[in-house]
């Protein structure tokens, strides 16, 4: 059974928790397809609460949230970045953790931790 590591930029929008979604999938049919999928990362732009629950439900590791002000309860031991460069700072800091990393993030904001 092969294991992929994904990192998702912009978790919280459409394409992400879509995204999330196919993990669930292939979670429940693991056994027929051959894949499993990790999530090793989660970034959003805003909506911590959404980003948390994701982080609580697929036990990630480390999430990246733009808005400082926003909250943001993760289970102990998650690691955490914040700030406008912090899905940036969670892709360097991150990433040779991971296989895959899907941008979803809106506009501008996602082309600097894409590169």
Not at 61 to 76: F, K, S
């Amino acid at each position: 059974m092969q294991r992929r590591r994904v990192f998702i930029l912009g978790s919280t929008g459409a394409i992400g928790t879509s995204a999330l979604d196919v993990v669930r999938d292939f979670a429940r049919c693991s056994d027929r397809r051959g894949t499993t999928f990790e999530i090793a990362g989660l970034a959003a732009a805003k909506s911590g609460d959404v980003l948390a629950a994701q982080a609580r439900e697929f036990t990630v590791p480390a999430v990246a949230l733009v808005d400082d002000g926003a909250m943001l309860d993760v289970p102990t031991g998650t690691r955490i970045f914040r700030g406008p460069d912090a899905a940036s700072e969670l892709l360097s800091s991150c990433a040779r953790r991971g296989d895959l990393v899907l941008a979803s993030m809106v506009g501008a904001a996602g082309i600097r931790p894409t590169l």
